[in-house]
């Protein structure tokens, strides 16, 4: 069955589904005199509270895709909780162990778990964001010693089904053998191919000269898990586990640059079994580089001629699942099309990436023009025109992962959040979502942190205590977890000019260019270029 379909008789199966609503008593608060953004941001999160789901077969609450897709998918779903994690941290955590504990005999970690079916989903291994990562970022943040021994175990079992039943040509890299171990449905990328593997078995191949297919996004996701893998086993004392899958890692990522890149160009494809590229231009590039596959330099490239181009990835509507200029788009765009529309999954995704490779002021102009089509909405559905950013309207509303997009962009354009051991103030005192805003959460480490905006300035705390007060149209001011001044980067599109006062330190009066960073010293600042 298509996940993608819209369900029959969802009434009746919604009856034998649980809800389960109750926000975390800390959970992070946010409240501007923008009534407009606080009107969208609440239905975001009233939209989330009501995807939380007891499902069957599994019974801890779990975040599920909502809208016309009753269940949770492996290439998104944990993904989703851990950015959901702040206000439900105990639906992060199932929202992960409902797949170790549904996991096959075999190793095989389930596509999916529905409500409408008798048996967690086979037919297709339907990976995206690693499972293993966001195991890691979710055990890390909580220290939850059990999720991180399960996750270990599974998401090691998990690669090593892979190497078995995904890798028959022997290659190393993981391969494709239908049209949804990508979720990428409806799209050009796989046309003519099966949308699932025959026997609702992702062992059996289903007979097609062009099969199986070397997947550059597919060995992206298992190099990602690698990574993710060498950490949660350092933490456990596995060192030697740690150098192993380190090593894997390193020789998976090779592969998929040798192998899977064709530079002339600048994009990534498949390999089908005759050797030859299948050369769509679509969401390959981003999930590639969602898991950091590129180092900086070829980065850069990919930015220059693929990803910043209007006719490539960047029209008024950021990231389409396929390029512009792609002679396979599809148009008039259809629901639920991974041949063009601008996919709320995909922007959920970007900020695994556009931060770390540098582009946080780009990366500002597109959380602005999706949070406007999602105001203008305000339904919450699956996609948008990546032109005029008219949301599909034959989709079902109420989808979590728009509702995601529209509260993670809200605190990563004008609030804080952590990143790693760091906190990241996002100031941006003329921005909408500032407008005599406030924002407060508490860390992992149990601090309070807010970020309040006022009288054209914005003032930044923790536990009560004032840290800096800073005015500037776009700049993020990072510091320690406790609240030390570590680096300003430039987060504004056209640039920024920035002024700051903090206890113990000389006023500072700075302009800042779009992605500049200034490390900050005890005694003065350096600028460091990207």
Not at 45 to 71: D, F, K, W
Not at 479 to 495: F, K, P, Y
Request: proline share 6%; with cysteine.
């Amino acid at each position: 069955m298509n996940r993608r379909e819209f369900l029959a008789g969802s009434a009746a199966v919604l009856a034998t589904v649980r809800p389960a609503f109750a926000l975390a008593g800390d959970a992070p608060v946010y409240r501007t005199s923008n009534a407009r953004w606080q009107r969208t941001y609440d239905k975001a999160l009233t939209v989330l509270a009501g995807n939380v789901r007891v499902m069957p077969r599994y019974p801890g609450p779990v975040l599920i895709e909502g809208s016309s897709y009753l269940g949770i998918w492996m290439e998104c779903g944990p993904h989703e909780s851990l950015l959901y994690r702040k206000f439900r941290p105990d639906v992060a955590r199932h929202s992960h162990l409902t797949f170790f504990a549904l996991q096959a005999a075999d190793g095989q970690l389930p596509a999916n778990n529905k409500a409408n079916v008798d048996q967690p989903g086979w037919a297709q291994i339907q990976m995206v964001v690693p499972i293993a990562a966001t195991a890691w970022d979710v055990a890390k943040a909580t220290g939850d010693q059990e999720l991180l021994e399960k996750a270990y175990l599974s998401c090691s079992r998990w690669d090593s089904w892979l190497m078995k039943y995904r890798n028959t040509r022997g290659t190393g890299l993981v391969e494709g053998f239908c049209t949804y171990d990508t979720g990428m449905d409806n799209s050009p990328r796989w046309r003519g191919m099966r949308n699932n593997c025959p026997d609702g078995s992702a062992r059996n191949m289903p007979a097609n000269p062009s099969l199986p297919r070397l997947c550059p996004d597919l060995s992206a996701t298992a190099y990602g898990a690698r990574i993710a893998l060498a950490a949660m086993a350092k933490a456990l004392g596995k060192n030697d586990d740690a150098a192993r899958w380190e090593e894997h890692a390193a020789s998976l990522r090779n592969l998929i640059l040798q192998k899977l890149y064709v530079a002339e160009d600048h994009a990534f494809y498949d390999l089908d079994a005759q050797n030859k590229f299948v050369k769509i231009n679509c969401d390959i590039l981003a999930r590639v580089c969602g898991e950091h596959v590129p180092d900086q330099a070829l980065f850069n490239t990919l930015w220059e001629k693929q990803i910043h181009r209007k006719d490539g990835f960047w029209p008024v509507y950021p990231l389409p699942s396929s390029a512009m200029d792609e002679p396979s788009f599809v148009r008039p765009i259809p629901r639920n099309s991974w041949g063009g529309a601008s996919q709320s999954l995909t922007a959920m995704r970007a900020p695994r990436w556009m931060d770390h490779y540098g582009r946080s002021a780009e990366f500002a102009q597109m959380m602005d023009a999706w949070c406007a089509a999602l105001q203008r909405d305000g339904t919450f559905r699956q996609q948008i025109d990546p032109v005029s950013g008219a949301i599909t309207e034959a989709e079902a509303p109420n989808y979590s992962p728009s509702s995601l997009v529209m509260v993670t962009y809200t605190w990563r354009l004008a609030g804080v959040h952590e990143e790693g051991d760091e906190l990241w103030w996002n100031v941006r005192c003329n921005h909408p979502a500032a407008e005599d805003a406030m924002f407060m959460a508490k860390c992992d480490n149990g601090n309070q942190v807010e970020l309040r905006y006022g009288a054209g300035a914005a003032m930044l705390s923790i536990d009560g205590r004032t840290i800096a007060t800073v005015t500037s149209n776009g700049v993020r001011v990072i510091t320690s977890a406790d609240g030390n001044l570590r680096a300003l980067v430039g987060i504004a599109e056209q640039g920024s000019t920035v002024a700051m006062s903090a206890p113990g330190r000389a006023n500072v009066h700075l302009s800042l260019r779009p992605n500049e960073r200034k490390v900050v010293t005890p005694n003065r600042m350096r600028a460091m270029q990207r």
